[in-house]
């Protein structure tokens, strides 16, 4: 069993955006809440598919275009093996290589890698882009596409997981709304990205 809380601390001391931007804490849970139901209806590995969820973008340098984002995570996860992280080697490569993929586009492959992308693609919406579900890999993706949008479009915040990972997540009153207003300003130059 792994120390969630530790971990998001560990990525937390070297995370650079702000913990409450379109690629921070709240998205990480909702990408983690995804990815569960996806697993529950495909069979993928749950603990890869939420370590995924706070490796993926936790050393992202840029909230735009961050080439190379993901492999960054992975490496992170990769580093704390051992101390903070603990799968075997089969299991390592399948979050390393969710985590270095997950912007690819990939619709195809093993089970838990496609849980693992579906869940941060369904919360495209909070950056302005309604997912296409035929961009989705998993059947389970594709059913929950209504629920998760709407979630991703409102940033909720699922109390229950940040409470699990030692998280209080306060945000000043309208914050959530001027976010809002930035995406529907930078939605048009977004639409072109394939994955969060």
Same mark, same amino acid.
């Given at each position: ?8 601390? *560990?990525? &937390? ?9 379109? !690629?921070?804490? *709240?998205?990480? /849970? ?6 569960? #139901? ?13 370590? +995924? /969820?706070?490796?993926?973008?936790? #050393?992202? %340098? ?18 704390? #093996?051992?101390?903070?992280? !603990?799968?075997?080697? =089969?299991?390592?490569?399948? &979050?390393?290589?969710?985590? $270095? ?8 492959? =093993? ?11 369904? =919360? ?10 035929? $961009? ?11 629920? /998760?949008?709407?979630?991703? %479009? ?14 209080? +997540?306060? /945000?000043?009153?309208?914050?959530? &709304? =001027?976010? $809002? $207003?930035? %995406? ?8 072109? #990205?394939?994955?969060?």
């Amino acid at each position: 069993m792994h120390d969630l809380a530790a971990i998001l601390g *560990a990525i &937390l001391d070297g995370y650079i955006l702000p913990v409450d931007g379109f !690629h921070g804490v *709240a998205h990480w /849970a909702r990408v983690l809440e995804n990815g569960l #139901r996806i697993a529950e209806a495909n069979g993928a590995d749950r603990e890869v598919v939420t370590l +995924f /969820a706070l490796f993926h973008d936790s #050393r992202r %340098v840029s909230e735009d275009q961050d080439d190379g984002h993901g492999l960054r995570g992975g490496e992170l996860a990769r580093s704390l #093996r051992g101390k903070l992280v !603990h799968l075997d080697d =089969d299991r390592f490569d399948l &979050l390393f290589e969710a985590c $270095r993929l997950h912007t690819e586009g990939h619709t195809v492959g =093993d089970r838990t890698l496609l849980a693992c992308w579906d869940a941060d693609r369904l =919360d495209l919406g909070r950056v302005g882009i309604t997912p296409d579900p035929r $961009r989705l890999g998993t059947k389970a993706g594709r059913n929950l596409l209504a629920w /998760a949008h709407v979630r991703a %479009v409102e940033w909720y915040q699922p109390t229950a997981v940040l409470a699990s990972w030692g998280w209080k +997540f306060s /945000a000043e009153p309208g914050a959530a &709304l =001027d976010r $809002r $207003r930035h %995406v529907r300003f930078q939605g048009s130059r977004a639409l072109g #990205r394939r994955g969060g």
